[in-house]
């Protein structure tokens, strides 16, 4: 008896799409991969130029913390996260012959840091599995007659309509759409009874009011050694001031807290390793030109002072400057534009899709990567969550 070959579309060249492919065609699935851009990979490649982090060393439970999302799934998660976790990419990488290590602080990296040998790697061992590439076709929309998918592209100006079995989306939120995550499939899927939750800016800078004179002392001068806390949440590490507000890792993981507040802000502990009463004993008889004296006691940077001065004015004492220094409140406006953050939360909402990542009113359609409705900060949980949600779609789609 004949086994007839399953026909499967995946849209979308980013890792997510890229491991739903590996998967299918390791399954036995004919596996034709659509994206709007001449080659895949881009967003993966831009995440790449500063080190290419793939996952993090993190132990599972601690991995598991790092996601979120409205009505988010733990358990289905968890589930989903033991079928291929960061010990399986590692392996995964090692495969593709790109060895990893993790640095002191959990990112794991190739050894090279770079996204474009891996990459190359990839697609060439995808192509001699039998994925088949069909770059510049812009989706637009999909029929379903029985359980057979109309797939409608535009080539150029030239309408493609193609037939599969099953299809999985994977083009990603709407950050960096310069790579080709733009967002247009959010219609299309709402058109078809799909809910979306509202796409926002994640791991991205947030706004603030500086005062001219402060920006100029600020601007580009890092602030190492920080606590940073919102709502109850705090995380240690550095923050660069810029002219509209902060960037830093700190500031993306909280991301998640602040879009939660009516009135979004930070409070930052500039000297953590010191107590208060510590710092004022350091002050020893000072009694005027405190934030001079914070520069050469406290060894408070410049654009420290700055800061502080812009939110609590001058100081006739070293308890006050002190307290602020231990808690500086920053009121925060809004985040940067989602055209400019590393990745969105919102997307496919859990409600619409089964355990297998399929969408339950699409029938033989699933959805992976930043698609679905789940966050997490950067690090390497971010791109850890794009090959876990490809594994699954993957599979899911291959088996009949």
């Not at 006691?297 to 400057?321: H, T, V």
């Not at 969408?359 to 090959?387: I, N, R, S």
Request: glycine content about 10%.
């Amino acid at each position: 008896m004949d086994v007839v070959q399953r026909k499967i579309a995946i849209i979308g060249g980013g890792p997510a799409g890229l491991r739903a492919a590996e998967v299918a065609v390791g399954m036995g699935a004919a596996v034709t991969l659509y994206d709007a851009k001449p080659s895949v990979g881009r967003k993966f490649l831009v995440a790449g130029k500063s080190g290419l982090n793939l996952t993090n060393s993190a132990d599972f439970e601690d991995f598991l913390a790092h996601y979120s999302g409205r009505d988010f799934p733990v358990d289905r998660w968890r589930s989903y996260l033991k079928e291929f976790d960061n010990y399986h990419l590692s392996e995964w990488a090692s495969g593709l012959g790109v060895d990893t290590f993790a640095a002191p602080n959990g990112k794991v990296f190739p050894f090279s840091k770079k996204a474009a040998p891996l990459l190359r790697r990839w697609v060439l061992r995808l192509r001699e599995k039998g994925v088949q590439f069909r770059m510049k076709h812009q989706w637009v929309g999909l029929e379903q007659q029985g359980n057979i998918l109309q797939l409608d592209f535009m080539q150029g100006d030239e309408p493609v309509s193609v037939i599969y079995d099953a299809v999985i989306l994977a083009m990603g939120g709407a950050s960096w759409p310069q790579t080709g995550s733009t967002g247009t499939w959010v219609p299309i899927l709402e058109a078809k009874g799909i809910e979306v939750v509202s796409l926002q800016s994640a791991n991205c800078g947030w706004e603030c009011e500086w005062t001219e004179e402060t920006r100029e002392l600020i601007e580009g001068k890092a602030l190492q050694n920080l606590k940073v806390s919102a709502a109850g949440v705090t995380l240690t590490g550095e923050l660069l001031p810029t002219k509209y507000g902060f960037e830093g890792t700190p500031i993306y993981t909280l991301g998640t807290e602040l879009r939660k507040m009516d009135e979004p802000s930070i409070e930052i502990d500039f000297k953590p390793t010191f107590t208060e009463e510590r710092l004022v004993a350091k002050m020893e008889s000072a009694r005027r030109d405190f934030y001079k004296e914070a520069g050469l006691r406290w060894k408070l940077s410049e654009a420290a002072c700055a800061i502080i001065r812009q939110y609590y004015g001058e100081f006739d004492n070293a308890k006050a400057l002190a307290n602020a220094v231990k808690c500086c409140r920053i009121p925060l406006t809004e985040p940067r534009p989602i055209e400019e953050s590393i990745s969105t939360s919102g997307g496919v909402a859990w409600s619409d899709l089964n355990e297998d990542l399929m969408l339950k009113k699409l029938p033989g359609v699933y959805c992976t990567g930043e698609m679905v409705d789940w966050e997490a900060p950067t690090g390497g949980f971010l791109m850890q969550g794009c090959f876990v949600t490809g594994t699954i779609a993957g599979k899911s789609a291959a088996v009949v």
